[in-house]
């Protein structure tokens, strides 16, 4: 995934061509990421939010409280235009992704609590992304509540609950997929990320080397923080990882999607860019975690 993600960065770089016809299909890309998310889901995965409350809402805290205060920081410290400014702060405002479950998995974290974090970040998302991305980025750029809350909802959210009822109703069909979802959401990620790149290539090789060092440092201090407010709750090391990669990977598809719809091509840069390192730091930290484990016991 890592690689193939570099890959199609650096072709839709230089043959942005090759890439441009899946802009006008990237709301629809992450309704069938969204989609594939909900048929993995039951009914049944909900009340574990219920079983472990306390932990679920230190999470959520975490990821609504650090990454958008990083990304506002980042912004001021950086000095970006508005509109970038305004893509990395969508960025931060985000729910968990997927990717953070795979993670966590990977880093033998506390499976079930980030994807109960991720879930009810999702199902917080079309209240708290817009309100946050208005507080943080209203200064410099329009953000309209009722549009963007709408938007999360046609995206995320509904995609989301038809694949739960899907999976419900035809659970040995989905069974029998089920396979070849993680197939069907890398091939969507990549297209996402491909249009992307190539409807801005001309502005990410001009700030590219600028917004990649603010990525960068969102992300890691995602990490750093998201880890310390696990310590401070006295979490154990698996729930730690978990609640420390939860916070540091967003669902930057959303991000991007939410850009091209509401604030331009420009302001999904931040998303696109991030989708690339995240992966890449996702997976270093997630075999270094595992290691670890490895050693301890």
């Known amino acids: 995934m890592v690689w193939l993600v570099i890959l199609v960065a650096i072709v839709a770089l230089i043959l942005p061509a090759s890439f441009k016809w899946t802009v006008p299909q990237i709301t629809m890309l992450l309704g069938v990421?969204?989609?594939?998310?909900?048929?993995?889901?039951?009914?049944?995965?909900?009340?574990?939010?219920?079983?472990?409350?306390?932990?679920?809402?230190?999470?959520?805290?975490?990821q609504f409280t650090i990454m958008p205060f990083l990304a506002y920081v980042l912004t001021k410290i950086f000095q970006l235009p508005p509109e970038l400014a305004a893509g990395v702060i969508l960025v931060g405002t985000c729910p968990?992704?997927?990717?953070?479950?795979?993670?966590?998995?990977?880093?033998?974290?506390?499976?079930?609590?980030?994807?109960?974090?991720?879930?009810s970040s999702t199902i917080l998302a079309p209240l708290v992304t817009p309100l946050l991305t208005w507080l943080l980025a209203g200064a410099w750029i329009e953000v309209s509540l009722s549009a963007m809350m709408l938007s999360i909802v046609k995206v995320v959210i509904a995609p989301i609950f038809l694949g739960i009822i899907v999976n419900h109703f035809f659970g040995e069909f989905v069974k029998r997929v089920i396979k070849i979802l993680p197939l069907v959401s890398i091939v969507a990620i990549l297209l996402i990320l491909g249009g992307v790149v190539a409807v801005n290539a001309e502005k990410i090789l001009q700030?590219?080397?600028?917004?990649?060092?603010?990525?960068?440092?969102?992300?890691?201090?995602?990490?750093?923080?998201?880890?310390?407010?696990?310590?401070?709750f006295n979490m154990n090391v698996a729930k730690t990882k978990a609640v420390s990669i939860e916070v540091g990977?967003?669902?930057?598809?959303?991000?991007?999607?939410?850009?091209?719809?509401?604030?331009?091509?420009?302001?999904?840069?931040?998303?696109?860019?991030?989708?690339?390192?995240?992966n890449i730091s996702g997976s270093i930290a997630a075999n270094y975690l595992a290691q670890k484990s490895n050693k301890d016991n």
């Open 249 to 278: 990977m967003q669902n930057s598809g959303l991000a991007v999607s939410l850009a091209m719809i509401h604030f331009g091509a420009a302001a999904a840069i931040p998303g696109a860019l991030f989708s690339v390192w995240h």
């Open 33 to 62: 990421i969204m989609f594939g998310m909900g048929m993995t889901l039951r009914v049944e995965d909900f009340k574990e939010i219920f079983k472990r409350p306390r932990d679920v809402l230190i999470g959520l805290l975490a």
């Open 207 to 232: 700030t590219g080397l600028l917004l990649m060092s603010v990525v960068v440092l969102h992300n890691l201090c995602g990490y750093a923080l998201g880890f310390c407010a696990a310590k401070i």
């Open 96 to 119: 968990g992704g997927t990717a953070s479950n795979v993670m966590t998995y990977l880093a033998k974290g506390d499976l079930a609590l980030s994807v109960s974090i991720t879930m």
